[in-house]
């Protein structure tokens, strides 16, 4: 089974410009949820997609935005980047979110990560 | 997410044992305990979790103590790959987002 596609893995960006990276979950997941990875402040949970609808967010401004698609894939945007939105950005799925069904006794599954850089 | 507590640091030579604890003082019943590791550049990577007994999969074992405070991470036969950032995690309350903590460094060494 495939894992977490994420993709570009590298990519660089001036500030102010907008960005767009793709996540497609392993086939039957249908929860996908995005994570900023930094030195300074470790992981931080940006939101959940599940069922095409945003169900959990996390504290980041609204530049930070996302969707999912029906077959479950999704996508993650930042617009009017700065320098630090520098990070790994991490796509994470499993089959639904605990409040949907999902249990506990199921693990997140994460990709390799997109490497932002905002020079 | 209820913080856990793991040394900061371990090496392990190849082909020994490595055994990585974990505090998780407050747990409480329906929480499981999840370990993942990272390595560098890399995503997290999902090793294994258990709620109260001792786990074992293709990776690891897990071995979690009778009262659910401690854990510990056991990878039998360490190898230079396993050279990782090992994050052990409680999921509390609804396990809307996890939180991983500083984690231990784990240096295989040959």
């Known amino acids: 089974k495939a894992g977490v596609t994420q993709t570009p893995r590298y990519l660089i960006k001036t500030r102010g410009q907008q960005v767009t990276l793709s996540c497609s979950p392993i086939s039957g997941h249908r929860s996908v949820s995005w994570y900023q990875q930094t030195p300074g402040q470790g992981l931080q949970f940006l939101f959940e997609y599940f069922s095409e609808t945003q169900r959990n967010k996390g504290n980041f401004p609204g530049r930070f935005s996302g969707r999912q698609f029906s077959n479950s894939r999704s996508e993650m945007n930042v617009s009017t980047l700065e320098l630090g939105d520098s990070a790994l950005y991490l796509c994470?799925?499993?089959?639904?979110?605990?409040?949907?069904?999902?249990?506990?006794?199921?693990?997140?599954?994460f990709g390799n990560g997109t490497r932002l850089t905002v020079t | 997410d209820a913080k856990t507590t793991q040394p900061t640091s371990m090496d392990c030579a190849e082909g020994r044992a490595a055994n990585l604890p974990c505090n998780h003082s407050?747990?409480?019943?329906?929480?499981?305990v999840y370990w993942y590791r990272q390595i560098h550049s890399q995503g997290p990577q999902y090793i294994i979790h258990?709620?109260?007994n001792n786990e074992t999969n293709e990776m690891a074992s897990l071995i979690i103590t009778e009262d659910r405070k401690s854990s510990t991470l056991i990878l039998p036969h360490a190898t230079l790959r396993d050279t990782a950032v090992y994050y052990c995690i409680q999921i509390s309350g609804s396990a809307r987002q996890l939180t991983f903590g500083s984690g231990t460094q784990l240096t295989v060494l040959p």
């Open positions: 407050t747990i409480s019943g329906n929480e499981y």
């Open positions: 994470a799925s499993r089959p639904a979110p605990i409040e949907s069904g999902g249990s506990y006794n199921s693990p997140l599954h």
């Open positions: 258990g709620l109260k």
